[in-house]
Each structure stands twice: as structure tokens, then as C-alpha cells.
């Protein structure tokens, strides 16, 4: 199947700093991707809608000025957690369609800590 | 977005099968069922989707109801690798954003 990739797979900031995470679609293009977040033993939360091209669609919510998506490419999406504070820490993941099928393949996900 | 009901947890005997409802009674005409799996501090993995007619693949089989308001999910001889948390989510296209329900965590005794 499909691959997406994470980068970092894990991070550890101190508060007020801004990390940034990458999600990659290694073997197709992919014009929408979605970021989660996940607390622990809490499902998967949405986010955002990356789209190619055009401004991300942000779930009812989530601070667009404080989770920036940028999707530059039809392989990348980028997620950068503005002045994170501990409240931020949490398990991002992304996923991405290739379209082809129904499917959406996730990514390994990114552990950020914020001490 | 239609939404899915799951069991929390399940327990199943290594190596025996197991059976994974899910019920959704509002889903649409154009909305496939799909079936991921989550490990410990692993994004979702794939494991099976259909609209009307059951599914096999190497990993499950997909059993949906006529009226597609429930399916079930089967773990032909589940192993200790098939512990994780198996969610059942409604998607009507690759490009939709489709809600994570709280899935159900699946204990597999050895």
C-alpha cells in the first residue's frame, strides 16, 4: 500500500518555542491531507484539512493561527505548532488519500512534548 | 458525518477467532465502511473496507449487513499481534474527512 512518512517521529521543545512537523506521501501525490491529534487513550481527533495549493480547512475549535499548515506540494504537508505550552503536548498524526482508492493511508505519527 | 458505535473492549483467546461489531445506523448510499487499527504510539494501519458485499484480504474479512446498518469485522485466528484498538469509520471518498469514534481496544490472551 501506499506510504506516509513523519518527521520527527518524536520531539521534546520548551514552552514558547515552535516546532514544525512533516508529513510526506512517498509513493503518490496526494492534494489533501489531514492532520489528528491524539491524547492519551483518547481517539483520534481531526484537525485540519491540508489542501494543496490553497489554505487548510480547520475543524470547529482549533487555532488556525496557532497550528500553521502549509502544503506546498502534492508529496508534503507541514504542521507548525506556534508557541507551544505543555497543553500542546500530544501525538500528531497525518494522512493522506492517493485518491485511487477510498482509503487514506496515516502516518507513523509525532510525539511532541512542550516542557 | 455518520457515526459508528463500538464496543470498548473485547477479549479473544489466541488463536481463536474473533468478531468485531460495529453499528451504523445512519450511514449514507455512498458512504464505504473502513476498518484501521491502531498499535501503541503507532499511526492507524489499514485493514479493510467495503460498501455492500463482504471483503476478504490477507488480514480480515468484512461482513456487512443487508440494510448496511452494522458490520463485523473477523480475525480468523487472532495472535497476540492483533491486540491494538480497532476503530470503524464511514468514509464517502478519499478526499472526505471522516470522525474516529473510540473504537474498540481488543485483548488477545495467549
Redesign the interface.
Known amino acids: 500500500?501506499a506510504v506516509?512518512s513523519?518527521h520527527p517521529s518524536w520531539v521534546i521543545c520548551k514552552s514558547g518555542t515552535s516546532v514544525k512537523i512533516e508529513c510526506r506521501s512517498l509513493d503518490f501525490q496526494a492534494?489533501?491531507m489531514?492532520w489528528?491529534r491524539q491524547f492519551p487513550k483518547q481517539?483520534?481527533?481531526?484537525m485540519a484539512?491540508s489542501n494543496e495549493g490553497s489554505k487548510a480547512t480547520y475543524e470547529q475549535g482549533v487555532e488556525k493561527d496557532k497550528f500553521l499548515i502549509n502544503h506546498a506540494s502534492l508529496t508534503l504537508s507541514t504542521l507548525t505548532v506556534t508557541s507551544a505550552h505543555p497543553e500542546d503536548s500530544s501525538?500528531y498524526?497525518c494522512?493522506a488519500?492517493?485518491?485511487?482508492?477510498?482509503?487514506?493511508?496515516?502516518?507513523?505519527?509525532t510525539?511532541l512534548t512542550v516542557l | 458525518d455518520a457515526k459508528t458505535t463500538q464496543p470498548n473492549s473485547m477479549e479473544s483467546n489466541e488463536e481463536e477467532p474473533v468478531h468485531l461489531p460495529c453499528n451504523h445506523s445512519t450511514i449514507s448510499g455512498t458512504d464505504y465502511i473502513h476498518w484501521y487499527r491502531q498499535l501503541p504510539s503507532q499511526g492507524p494501519e489499514y485493514v479493510i473496507h467495503g460498501l455492500t458485499s463482504n471483503v476478504n484480504n490477507r488480514m480480515a474479512s468484512l461482513a456487512i449487513a443487508e440494510d448496511r446498518k452494522s458490520s463485523t469485522l473477523i480475525l480468523h485466528r487472532a495472535t497476540l499481534r492483533d491486540a491494538a484498538v480497532y476503530y470503524c469509520i464511514l468514509n464517502s471518498g478519499g478526499y472526505q474527512k471522516v470522525t474516529f469514534g473510540t473504537g474498540t481496544k481488543l485483548q488477545v490472551i495467549p
Not at chain 1, 481517539?43 to 481531526?46: I, Y
Open positions: 500500500g506516509v513523519q492534494t489533501t489531514f489528528y481517539s483520534l481527533m481531526l484539512t501525538f498524526i494522512s488519500s492517493s485518491g485511487a482508492g477510498n482509503e487514506q493511508f496515516f502516518g507513523p505519527g510525539r
